[in-house]
């Protein structure tokens, strides 16, 4: 059974930081893609960035240049470093691993999802 626990959220002002951290368990992921979606209220959950085919990295474009993922492998452990954070990055981030080491965007294509979570981006 693989779990993916999610920390690190909270409450920032506008251009400030924040890391996020997923802790992964039940197996080891270097086979999967591992990455990190985030829903805003009343919007669909979005991708932001992934590992995919080993150490290849994908961002979205809205989070390009201000976040950062990164991992440690021996902890089975994947963190994203937000920077430059704005009132629009605020949402519940999800880890989510897929059993695939190809890329996606699309959340459907993820098999396994953590609890959430939030972060609020005050202006």
């Known amino acids: 059974q693989v779990q993916l626990v999610e920390s690190g959220g909270g409450l920032v002002q506008a251009g400030g930081s924040l890391r996020l951290t997923c802790a992964a368990s039940?197996?080891?992921?270097?086979?999967?893609?591992m990455g990190w979606f985030r829903q805003a209220p009343g919007k669909e959950r979005e991708f932001v960035a992934a590992f995919y085919n080993g150490d290849n990295i994908m961002y979205s474009q809205s989070v390009k240049g201000r976040f950062t993922i990164s991992r440690d492998s021996a902890k089975n452990t994947v963190y994203l470093q937000m920077n430059s954070l704005t009132p629009d990055d605020t949402a519940v981030y999800y880890c989510a691993a897929r059993r695939d080491a190809r890329p996606t965007l699309l959340s459907t294509s993820y098999n396994y999802w953590g609890q959430g979570t939030q972060v609020t981006v005050s202006s």
């Open positions: 039940g197996r080891t992921f270097s086979s999967y893609t």
